[in-house]
């Protein structure tokens, strides 16, 4: 399983970002999905979980109503939509795959992305 991260960049505070993640093989519906971030100093939080159908969603508090998580099984990829960005959203976001949902956990993660760097100015 090789996941690869895209979309990240430099925005403005109040600004919207799109993330995606691409999932190589044909086995992505086995997995449930998940984003997680990282700021230099600081573990690895998680942000975001979707099951494997899509059918649920699980967020961290501090990004509910303002961030998006879905998935295409048909086109393999998991977006995170990223509205009314703050500046304590900075860092870099990583897509993770895992057997158990939500993933939530760093301990359930089972295959990791390389990351994607979102800077918010304020």
């Known amino acids: 399983v090789q996941l690869q991260a895209s979309g990240g960049g430099l925005v403005q505070a109040g600004d919207s970002l799109r993330l995606s993640c691409a999932h190589s093989g044909r086995t992505f519906s086995r997995y449930a999905m998940g984003w997680f971030r990282q700021v230099p100093g600081k573990e690895r939080e998680f942000v975001a979980a979707i099951s494997r159908t899509g059918s649920s969603t699980y967020y961290v508090d501090s990004v509910k109503g303002r961030l998006t998580i879905s998935r295409d099984n048909a086109k393999n990829t998991v977006d995170l939509q990223m509205n009314s960005l703050k500046p304590e959203d900075t860092a870099v976001y990583y897509c993770?795959?895992?057997?158990?949902?939500?993933?939530?956990?760093?301990?359930?993660?089972?295959?990791w992305g390389q990351g994607t760097l979102v800077t918010v100015s304020s």
């Open positions: 993770a795959a895992g057997l158990s949902h939500p993933v939530a956990d760093r301990t359930l993660v089972g295959y």
